[in-house]
């Protein structure tokens, strides 16, 4: 099992490579993607700043709060897009019948799907996660508690996305089913949990599980808890495995477009 991991993850890094080398061959729109991120998302950070030059805190959140947890968003994202980045494309593949060619690869089905695209202005959020940390307060222990953390973060976002996506071995439309789950997580995680109260709450610990891809991880880095640790840990192993269960069971519903193109 320890060797086929090993297998897997050196098949992600070395499509993550290819991805990259791709999209370098135009350098001045690979660098405008990553700079332009990281000036956008430095945009909402001022925002927040205005926002608390005019009030101490927002539901119990200062403004080193916020910078952490806008931090965590912006890393967890960025690792979602980063190596997964065709998650977003996995219903219309479904629905269009296009995934003959990764049917035929010699590699895990869902797996060469999900790592067929990097988006590149995601590395500007993950430059722009790790300056925020910088500026939060950065140890070895937050370096590497929040490593963690927006890595589980990013594989939690890619599994709920697979989640919802294979709903189009069943159904049409599921390609904005989709797309509306990963915008509310993304518009949702970057608030104040303490702002939400009673069922939009609940929503974070189950259908939306932004509590478990960030707001959790948020309250260890400020005060670590084993017990919220190792939950944090466990979710993400169970909806990853959820999700390739869901996925390969739709598999068996799926229908060939007849598209056999190559991947090169």
Same mark, same amino acid.
Do not use: E, H, Q
């Given at each position: 099992m320890l060797t086929e991991a090993k297998k897997e993850l050196k098949f992600i890094f070395l499509s993550i490579k290819y991805n990259l080398a791709r999209e370098m061959t135009n350098k001045v729109a690979f660098l405008t993607n990553i700079i332009f991120m990281i000036l956008n998302n430095a945009a909402f950070l001022i925002e927040w700043i205005i926002f608390f030059s005019i009030k101490d805190n927002i539901g119990g959140y200062y403004l080193k709060d916020v910078i952490l947890l806008w931090a965590l968003a912006s890393g967890t994202y960025a690792i979602c897009f980063i190596f997964f980045g065709a998650v977003q494309e996995l219903p219309n593949l479904i629905m269009n019948g296009k995934i003959d060619s990764f049917l035929v690869q010699?590699? %895990?089905? /869902? /797996? @060469?799907?999900?790592v067929s695209k990097t988006k590149i202005s995601a590395i500007g959020d993950l430059m722009y996660s790790y300056i925020l940390l910088f500026i939060y307060g950065i140890s070895i222990k937050n370096f590497l508690l929040f490593t963690l953390f927006i890595i589980t973060g990013g594989i939690i976002v890619t599994a709920i996305a697979v989640i919802f996506g294979s709903l189009a071995f069943y159904i049409t439309?599921?390609? !904005?089913? !989709? +797309?509306?789950? =990963?915008g509310t &997580? /993304? %518009?949702f995680g970057t608030y104040p949990d303490s702002i939400f109260k009673g069922a939009i709450r609940l929503l974070f610990y189950t259908i939306i599980p932004? +509590?478990? @891809?960030?707001? &959790?991880?948020?309250? *260890?880095?400020?005060? $670590?808890?084993?017990? @919220? $640790? *190792?939950?944090v840990i466990s979710y993400t192993v169970l909806i990853v /495995?959820? +999700? $390739?269960?869901? $996925?390969?069971?739709g598999l068996k519903k799926y229908s060939s477009g007849n598209? =056999? @193109?190559?991947?090169?």
């Open positions: 010699p590699k %895990n089905v /869902l /797996l @060469s799907i999900l439309k599921a390609d !904005t089913i !989709t +797309g509306n789950i =990963m &997580m /993304l %518009n932004i +509590g478990f @891809s960030i707001y &959790m991880p948020l309250y *260890i880095l400020k005060d $670590f808890n084993i017990i @919220s $640790f *190792i939950i /495995l959820l +999700g $390739f269960l869901i $996925f390969y069971k598209l =056999m @193109s190559a991947r090169v």
